[in-house]
């Protein structure tokens, strides 16, 4: 045997160290007559340890003065427990002399006190404890590892209660009771080394760590080939325990653990119906597992405590290789052949000639209870027998892969069966109109549950826990045979098509309902502005008010069919809530009995309302709809009673609307109204002007050339000037100057696979919060949080997939603490924490000043790239100078900013002229507002920061310039898109940023090599004048965007960007 050194040794046990970290320490537990625990005291070593030690004889040199140190620490506490003995003698003494007729309650008593003195220092072996949290990923798992029961033989020892928590239960394995043999090589058997190794890595990374840290001083090599003797001999000297302990129901104890993500899941409401809910404990907690979102929840109803399990099949019960599944056409079963690395399927496909009959879509696929067949039900209330063929086993040769054959059609029912599935000896269907029925094996019914009355069953699942045997106080039904005997099954949880969970107790038939979520996508939500409540909206007509700092549901209301909630706000005062329908509808609730404020609901629209908002004064309210209209409603005064009355609408915007904004003015304090479209207009509204229907237009800009703007929120006042910030779909944020409209910045905004789609300010809980202010925001599948202000620097920004099938609405608490992303068709809405210090942390860490711009240019600073833009901003001072002067040449640290657009085509930046504006006024008006001085010139380093905000995100990519073709071209005899020489000329100099003939004719001189110092770009007469070159010859007949993009060009461009928005 190889020698290893006592560390080595350690290093490669460590994960088993930690699984059995406290049972050495703990005392003994045995159930008493009367099923008390109790205690045993365990005065001598444990003989089995001298057995396991022998084949480690290598080992002993390196361990010999660590045994002898830790032979000591153990008589030490053999001494003291001796100690607890003679002190347990004692009471026990003067009990009994103090109560000698009563012997035997006494002797109770004295068993209770020597239990109690013999705990072994509660709080030492608390220490001593690790709990053990893994991940699991599979209901399977969740189902046998989440909540651990440890029997020995016919009976379970009650468990102790931890001083924490009164519901925690810890249980003890006791190593007594494992034999000699069981403790050598056959515990790799039950619990393979690897397996321990596996689980150790699906800890929290911070938990992993502080345990090592309390197991290991120093670092060791991890996955080491083990030895059972090596493990073993280990065991026997060391002082911590090698049994794994854990607490009933850890996974609902709270993380006292710093967060490690700015953004943590703490709740998920709803739940897709669509999808089954798993009963998976019954005994002291009714526990079920179910999918919200890209999320699975394991949610303890009684407790109203979730677990998270982030990251539909149907397996053999007796064979993990073989499994089946099902479309609406064909069922498939799958076998595993590990040895072959294959993984085999069979699918016949079945028409209305194989019965001769009407078979159905598939809704769901089982193994039969015998194994030897498989079960597939239709919406035609008929079963589908399918045989398994599988072919006779062989050492030496292969004798083909197994499949199935459909043997027999059975009509089961007139109603279509939506849920199949077994349990102990029944075959169990759930039908559309909520009947639950019991088959045995032979398909004879059994008995069945019609009187429930709930809507069509989308779920089964029974209980974990086996059915109470009858006895004279039961009251199960009876079944269906002659003799009537009580029908005995475990208790089951129904899920619905109308996205209601019931649990039917099936002694005495019980049924209880345990939540009722919508039905229908979640579109809106909506946070109170100085409550902990959130008002969530769906387009089945559910409104549901929650409290979600104790995550209880408060009230409901659903609306009459055909109102389906599309959009919800609360006003500034939190007294009203308005809501906007899919049809049109708009009413204003109040914020508890969610009734009505006005006699009647306002139906000035014939669409769905998209947005709605109301101004800091609660006097008006705006709302927004798909028709691409605004509508105005204000509150007045009638009869001395403040009622709310519809004031105008109008169609300003020409595509769809995406952001409703109040805002007030600087000098004074009336509301302004502002709407934002992807037309690309920004649009403010003169209330103040404004009559009955006659909504006045202040002023109308346009904020983008080629990109849409996405969303819009008013930027908060960290600097002296308003803004207003826009996200558009090119992943920039620009600010705009709230009076005047100039683009004033513009931005490289967070690049998360998808364009911002909606943004909010994060409220702040004091004065001293307002210096430091982030931003919220969605895109198409994540949610994620960025420092303001905004400056370009990546590393201040985060996000996290929330729902991956879209994010459809967003809120933010009023205290800043949660952010709510809603998923639309996933029916559900997900809290996050929001924990700052870990964002601000990541900053830190990516550097000051220019550091984090240095990594988003190809090399670096030491890369190639940014010397060469280093060569063209100093060479364009040279420019500026003349290149032919013989003047003395003024070196300086600045650029004139006329230059500034020559050194960006450079470096392979192609700006339109309004971007040139833009950063022109940028620059120019940067320090206007504390100087009152206008800049002209620019350094490398802003310089650097301009050219990084403005660039595309993603370089140049064909699918922009496809996009134009696709406008501008027809489709050619290829499927192209292509535009016609003559057209393109045309177009060049009559639309957008037109150009002269000049212009355009210079500009050709350029690219063709004919003027190689480039047009305008210099002093120096140029070698070839514009007006001599022939344009019939230089371009093609028609032209793609390929020839425009590599010929004309000459760029190097990729194909596709990978990202929306270009």
Not at 379 to 408: D, Q
Not at 446 to 469: C, D, E, G, I
Not at 495 to 517: I, R
Request: aromatic share 10%.
């Amino acid at each position: 045997m190889r020698r290893r050194s006592w560390a080595q040794s350690e290093a490669g046990e460590e994960t088993l160290q930690r699984r059995m970290s406290d049972a050495e320490e703990a005392p003994r537990e045995s159930t008493g007559k009367n099923g008390e625990t109790e205690i045993e005291e365990e005065e001598e070593p444990n003989l089995n340890y001298k057995e396991v030690e022998n084949p480690q004889e290598e080992v002993k040199d390196d361990t010999l003065a660590w045994r002898e140190s830790q032979e000591e620490e153990k008589k030490k506490g053999e001494e003291e427990e001796e100690e607890g003995e003679e002190e347990g003698e004692e009471d026990k003494e003067i009990v009994m002399e103090e109560t000698e007729e009563k012997a035997g309650d006494a002797q109770e008593e004295e068993a209770s006190g020597i239990q109690k003195e013999t705990a072994v220092e509660p709080q030492e072996m608390k220490r001593s404890m690790t709990s053990l949290e893994t991940r699991i990923t599979d209901s399977q798992s969740a189902t046998s590892g989440i909540f651990p029961t440890t029997q020995r033989g016919s009976e379970s020892k009650p468990s102790l209660r931890s001083e924490d928590s009164e519901a925690d239960e810890l249980e003890f394995l006791d190593l007594d009771q494992i034999s000699p043999e069981e403790q050598q090589m056959s515990s790799p058997d039950r619990q393979p080394s690897g397996e321990l190794e596996e689980n150790t890595d699906q800890r929290p990374q911070d938990e992993l760590g502080r345990e090592r840290r309390d197991l290991e001083p120093e670092k060791r090599e991890e996955g080491q080939e083990r030895s059972a003797s090596s493990i073993q001999s280990i065991a026997g000297i060391s002082r911590e325990s090698l049994v794994s302990t854990t607490t009933e129901d850890i996974l609902f104890q709270k993380d006292k653990n710093a967060p490690v993500y700015p953004l943590t899941l703490t709740w998920s409401f709803g739940w897709n119906s669509s999808l089954p809910v798993y009963y998976i404990r019954e005994e002291k907690q009714r526990v079920l597992l179910y999918v919200c979102a890209h999320t699975a929840i394991i949610y303890n109803v009684f407790r109203n405590h979730q677990y998270h399990l982030q990251n539909y099949l149907t397996f053999n019960p007796t064979n993990n290789k073989e499994l089946v599944s099902n479309s609406k056409t064909q069922a498939i079963y799958y076998a595993w052949y590990e040895e072959r690395d294959t993984l085999a399927h069979s699918a016949p496909l079945l028409t209305e000639k194989t019965f001769n009959k009407l078979v159905g879509k598939f809704s769901q696929s089982i193994f039969h209870l015998n194994l030897t067949q498989m079960l597939s039900a239709t919406m035609e209330g008929k079963l589908v027998v399918w045989n398994i063929h599988r072919p006779p086993s062989s050492a030496s040769t292969f004798l083909g892969f197994p499949y199935i054959k459909p043997c027999k059609l059975v009509h089961l029912q007139k109603e279509s069966i939506t849920v199949l599935t077994t349990i102990d000896s029944y075959i169990v269907t759930g039908d559309i109109k909520g009947n639950i029925k019991f088959y045995d094996h032979t398909l004879t019914i059994v008995n069945w549950y019609s009187h429930l009355q709930p809507s069509a069953v989308r779920t089964l699942s029974f209980s974990k826990t086996p059915a109470t045997p009858p006895t004279e106080k039961s009251n199960y039904p009876p079944d269906c045979t002659l003799k009537g005997d009580p029908f005995v099954v475990r208790n089951f949880i129904i899920g619905t098509s109308d996205a209601t969970v019931y649990h039917l107790t099936t002694d005495g038939t019980k049924l209880e309902k345990l939540f009722v979520e919508p039905k229908d996508a979640i579109c809106a939500i909506s946070c109170h502005p100085y409550q902990p409540l959130i008002a969530i909206g769906s387009i089945c007509g559910m409104i549901k008010v929650w409290n979600y700092e104790k995550k209880r549901y408060l009230f409901s209301r659903v609306f009459e069919k055909g109102l389906g909630v599309q959009s919800l706000t609360y006003n500034p005062e939190g007294t009203l809530l308005g809501a906007g329908f899919t049809e049109g509808t708009v009413c204003i609730l109040d914020t508890m009995s969610l009734e009505n404020e006005s006699p009647e609901p306002f139906r000035y629209s014939r669409t769905s309302v998209t947005h709605i908002s109301f101004s800091h004064d609660s006097q008006y309210m705006a709302t927004a709809d798909i028709s691409f209209t605004v509508a105005v409603y204000m509150m007045v005064v009638r009869n001395g009673r403040r009622v709310w009355e519809y004031l105008a609408r109008l169609r300003s915007h020409r595509k769809s609307i995406r952001s409703l904004q109040f805002g007030v003015y600087l000098d004074s304090n009336e509301p302004r109204l502002l709407s934002l479209g992807t037309d690309r207009l920004l649009i403010e509204y003169d209330l103040l002007r404004s009559y009955k229907d006659h909504l006045e237009v202040l002023d109308i800009h346009r904020t983008d050339q080629g990109c849409y703007p996405t969303c819009m929120v008013w930027y908060p006042p960290l600097t002296r000037e308003l803004f207003l910030l826009i996200c558009n779909s090119g992943y920039k944020v620009k600010l705009f100057n709230a009076t005047t409209k100039m683009c004033r910045k513009t931005l490289m905004g967070p690049a998360y696979g998808s364009p911002i789609e909606q943004a909010q300010v994060l409220p702040v809980r004091s004065m001293a919060e307002l210096p430091k202010r982030y931003l919220v925001f969605i895109n198409r599948d994540k949610v994620g949080l960025q420092i303001l202000p905004v400056d370009g620097n990546p590393h201040k920004t985060t996000a996290i997939v929330c729902h991956p099938n879209g994010v459809a609405g967003m809120a933010l608490s009023y205290d800043g603490l949660y952010a709510f992303t809603a998923g639309g068709h996933d029916r559900s809405v997900v809290q996050w924490k929001i924990n700052l210090s870990v964002l601000e942390a990541a900053v830190s860490l990516g550097g000051e000043d220019l550091t984090p711009f240095y990594g988003l240019l190809s090399g670096g600073r030491e890369g190639k790239f940014y010397r060469e833009l280093e060569d063209y901003f100093y060479y364009s001072q040279l420019r500026s100078q003349g290149i032919d002067t013989m003047e003395t040449r003024k070196v300086s640290e600045h650029i004139c900013l006329s230059e500034l657009p020559f050194v960006m085509r450079a470096i392979g930046f192609y700006p339109s002229e309004e971007k040139i504006d833009d950063i022109f006024n940028e620059i120019r008006f940067g320090e206007y507002v504390d100087t009152g001085k206008l800049i002209d010139k620019i350094n490398l380093p802003d310089f650097l920061r301009v050219y990084l905000n403005h660039r595309p995100p993603f370089g140049n990519t064909l699918s922009g310039i496809h996009k134009s073709f696709e406008v501008l071209g027809y489709t050619n005899s290829k499927g192209e898109k292509a535009i016609r020489r003559e057209d393109f000329l045309r177009l060049l100099v009559t639309k957008g940023e037109h150009m002269t003939e000049e212009e355009m004719l210079d500009c050709f001189a350029s690219l063709f090599g004919l003027n190689p110092e480039g047009w305008k770009s210099e002093p120096a007469a140029s070698s070839v004048k514009g007006s001599e070159i022939c344009l019939e010859e230089e371009l093609p007949d028609e032209i793609t965007a390929e020839i425009f993009a590599t010929e004309i060009l000459g760029l190097t461009i990729s194909e596709d960007s990978g990202q929306d928005g270009q």
